[in-house]
């Protein structure tokens, strides 16, 4: 069965960093095709970075220069390094499978505060 | 960036009506357009994916159709379930992107 468990986020003040964890179960990480999307409260979905099967990455405009995804073979795990984290960032982060985005994980709260 | 519009934002619907949602790519997108429902407080769930594909689990009451920059996402016969918001999201461009949303609403 496929599954997906987000984790890292909290509370952080704006210009700190935060690195966002999503174990995966059920498939590899390295084969497939992994998006982070986040939401801000009561706003809609927001496409935040990928990193394909061959490796490559893209960002958002918003996070570009800010948040680098990344994935741990060895432990079938995706990552999201956000640095420089402003107010605006402030979203429940989820990960997502493949193109089609088949399966989510729960989500992981940020909030950036002072 | 490809920029998905989605129409209408907002429809108050009875039940066992027929929902039309529509969104419209700036570029084409060809079939790469996958559509998602999202109630409250759960994660999105994949309904349809590259414009007309079924998922295993959801009912067959909800369609897709379209290509290139227009598509649409029908619920055929609502059902109070069914209240919730719905997006579409692109992954033609190296860079994904959503539509705003449209959330149904049970009258």
């Known amino acids: 069965e496929v599954q997906l468990v987000e984790s890292g986020g909290g509370l952080v003040q704006p210009g700190g960093s935060l690195r966002l964890s999503c174990a995966a179960s059920?498939?590899?990480?390295?084969?497939?095709?992994m998006t982070w999307v986040r939401q801000a409260p009561g706003k809609g979905l927001e496409w935040v970075s990928v990193?394909?099967?061959?490796?490559?990455?893209y960002y958002a405009d918003s996070v570009q220069g800010r948040f680098t995804i990344s994935r741990d073979n060895s432990k079938n795990t995706l990552y999201l390094q956000m640095n420089g984290l402003r107010p605006e960032d402030t979203a429940v982060y989820y990960c997502?499978?493949?193109?089609?985005?088949?399966?989510w994980g729960q989500g992981t709260l940020v909030t950036v505060s002072a | 960036e490809i920029v998905l519009t989605q129409s209408p934002d907002f429809q108050s619907v009875t039940l066992k009506e027929k929902v039309t949602i529509t969104c419209r790519a700036s570029?084409?997108?060809?079939?790469?357009l996958h559509w998602y429902q999202q109630k409250p407080d759960q994660s999105p769930k994949l309904l349809i994916k590259?414009?007309?594909q079924s998922i295993s689990g959801v009912p067959s009451r909800f369609s897709g159709s379209g290509s290139g920059t227009d598509f649409t996402l029908t619920i055929n016969s609502l059902e109070a379930e069914d209240a919730a918001a719905y997006y579409c999201?692109?992954?033609?461009?190296?860079?994904?992107?959503f539509g705003g949303g449209t959330k149904v609403e049970i009258k």
């Open positions: 999201h692109q992954s033609s461009s190296l860079w994904g992107t």
């Open positions: 590259y414009a007309s």
């Open positions: 997502a499978r493949e193109a089609s985005l088949d399966y």
């Open positions: 059920g498939f590899t990480v390295n084969n497939n095709y």
């Open positions: 570029q084409s997108v060809g079939s790469n």
């Open positions: 990193i394909y099967g061959g490796g490559g990455t």
